[in-house]
């Protein structure tokens, strides 16, 4: 509910300008419960702003008020240490690393302690670790112009990586793309995760397919 965010106040703090994010796309992305591409917030410490780079999402407290999260930048993934109660093995870092997908589903522990069959990816503009919950994810059977099978759904809900397939958008054109759930993007699309187009970095967005094939 946008009418809960203080943007006044979003703006003293962090320099987030409300018109800046609708003009990018970012605050429809945020909106959606998605994360904003990089953006340079200024945050004051020691009575000085200072600017850096991050990701943006909201978050709702218990008194129902909404959030601004940064998401900063790290050096890299952490991959060594648990997350949410899962210890990534070997073969795990290694798919994490050349797909940004952990590429199966695995349980994960939440704040009560309960086990949650989840989706783990790395963002890949941040290098942070991220998840969402197996039943948060609604998997589509239909990208662009081209209908998937039964089992290549299922195989997309299992987590893993569909072989290259050619993929047509409302506007005729064709992709030749891997599909896989992405945990980065709250399970809300499917997108090209080959390794090749995984490692070509980007300061501004992440590796998506074109928003044509988006339905």
Avoid: C
């Avoid at 979003?10 to 909106?31: F, T, V, Y």
């Avoid at 290694?94 to 086990?115: C, P, S, Y």
């Avoid at 099978?149 to 992709?175: C, F, H, W």
């Amino acid at each position: 509910d946008e009418s809960k965010i203080d943007w006044a106040s979003l703006k003293e703090k962090w320099g987030i300008d409300r018109d800046a994010l609708e003009k990018s796309g970012d605050l429809k992305e945020m909106l959606y419960n998605r994360k904003s591409k990089l953006v340079t917030v200024t945050p004051t410490f020691a009575g000085e702003k200072f600017p850096i780079d991050a990701r943006l999402s909201f978050r709702t407290d218990l008194d129902g008020n909404v959030k601004v999260v940064p998401h900063f930048i790290h050096r890299e993934p952490k991959l060594d240490q648990k997350f949410e109660g899962y210890e990534f093995s070997k073969e795990d870092k290694t798919a994490l690393r050349e797909t940004g997908n952990l590429g199966k589903v695995v349980e994960l522990i939440d704040k009560n302690g309960n086990k949650v069959p989840s989706y783990v990816s790395i963002d890949r503009l941040t290098n942070e670790v991220v998840s969402v919950p197996v039943k948060d994810v609604f998997i589509r059977d239909t990208i662009g112009q081209t209908k998937l099978t039964i089992a290549e759904v299922m195989q997309l809900k299992e987590g893993k990586s569909l072989p290259p397939k050619e993929i047509s958008d409302k506007n005729g054109r064709t992709y030749n793309v891997v599909l896989q759930v992405s945990a980065d993007r709250k399970g809300s699309s499917l997108f090209p995760a080959a390794p090749d187009v995984w490692n070509r970095r980007s300061s501004t967005s992440s590796p998506t397919v074109s928003s044509s094939l988006r339905g």
